[in-house]
């Protein structure tokens, strides 16, 4: 019995350009909405969207930083800025107290009279590298026109009204936006450590493009119907997305009881996930998924993180109350509504000292 993988799905009959039915892009939505429900993690087929000449490129922009000498990158320290905005050193950023083996460089939305004196409120650094802010800015523009197109979608595989999908597009028009580009040295034979330790996302979705490496992005499912899968496959080995064979990981994090699968990056997909966010608004039936990354190569990821507006309110949403899952699954009781702005501040704190959640 093959283990569980991540479903793959195309936003294609979404985008403004497309012919698709209203029947193709319903079905696009309910493939959403499952994959939100059962895995929480998904490849998103963006193909038809943007140009692998586009994601090529700011590949090569972040070697080219990357490779700059200590000192030169050290310029731009999160210290410069608000902490938040800005280089970390290899083993700065940390999870769950232990330091994490990447090196990365950090961008938020920027905000009206920065000041860096106030948390999240400070200017984003560029490195003095050519076309870098340009393709950058450029990528951000295109992730936040994607995380539009995905909201909407997910809306529709919700069964919310029109009016209702108005009223949540309100509340990520002006999304808070995060991007990160990580460099990831080799991890040495014998680490003890991660790349990227263990931690949920606390935003809305996540839009990873991931480099080729395989066996790097792994991520932890709970799901009942997928664990019965996972625990029919006793070869001791797996297949990954793109069909290598790879070592079964453990079936459990800390008390949790799951199976860590692999996510390796597909051509043409970026690796998408929902975040705590989308726990509030689903309460509960939408959970944001355990991930870590164990990188054994020597290269460059570029994660997005569309997020809602600084100051949102998130709530429960009164569609999910009509579902059918609402009666035939146990949903938790009401979540209390956040601040996003807020729920945020609480957590960024923690990336750079002893704590946990993160941007990764």
């Known amino acids: 019995m093959s283990p569980p993988s991540l479903p793959i799905i195309s936003i294609a009959p979404y985008l403004p350009t497309s012919t698709a039915s209203e029947k193709q892009k319903l079905e696009t939505s309910r493939a959403l909405h499952e994959a939100c429900r059962d ?22 922009l972040a070697r080219e ?61 560029w490195p003095d590298v050519s076309h870098f802010r340009e393709r950058y800015q450029r990528w951000t523009e295109r992730m936040q026109e994607l995380g539009l197109l995905v909201m909407e979608a997910m809306s529709v595989g919700l069964g919310m009204t029109r009016e209702e999908w108005k009223q949540l597009r309100s509340q990520v028009d002006h999304s808070f936006w995060v991007m990160r ?49 996972a625990n029919g496959h006793t070869n001791g080995h797996t297949n990954g997305a793109n069909g290598t064979s790879q070592p079964i990981l453990p079936t459990e994090e800390g008390s949790e009881k799951g199976v860590w699968i692999y996510a390796d990056p597909i051509p043409g997909c970026v690796v998408c996930n929902i975040g705590e966010m989308w726990e509030i608004w689903t309460n509960g039936l939408y959970k944001s998924t355990l991930h870590r990354v164990l ?54 704190g923690s990336n750079f000292s002893e704590g946990g959640g993160k941007y990764s």
């Open 295 to 348: 990188h054994k190569g020597s290269n460059y990821r570029i994660p997005f993180f569309f997020e809602p507006n600084f100051d949102a309110l998130v709530e429960p949403l009164a569609a999910i109350s009509r579902l059918p899952e609402a009666d035939s699954l146990e949903i938790d009781k009401a979540r209390k509504p956040v601040v996003y702005g807020d729920f945020l501040l609480q957590k960024v």
């Open 65 to 125: 930083f990357f490779a700059l000498p200590q000192d030169v990158k050290d310029r731009l320290s999160l210290r410069n800025q608000d902490n938040a905005r800005g280089y970390a050193r290899l083993n700065e950023n940390v999870t769950q107290g232990k330091a994490d083996a990447h090196e990365g460089l950090d961008f938020y939305r920027p905000v009206p009279n920065p000041d860096k004196n106030i948390p999240l409120h400070g200017e984003n650094q």
């Open 39 to 60: 895995y929480g993690f998904f490849y998103l087929d963006i193909s038809s969207f943007a140009d692998k000449s586009e994601t090529d490129e700011l590949t090569d």
């Open 181 to 229: 580009v990580i460099g990831y040295p080799p991890l040495p034979t014998g680490h003890d450590g991660f790349s990227c330790g263990a931690h949920r996302d606390y935003g809305c979705l996540t839009f990873l493009y991931a480099d080729p490496t395989k066996s790097a992005l792994q991520v932890f499912l709970q799901n009942p119907s997928l664990l019965s899968k």
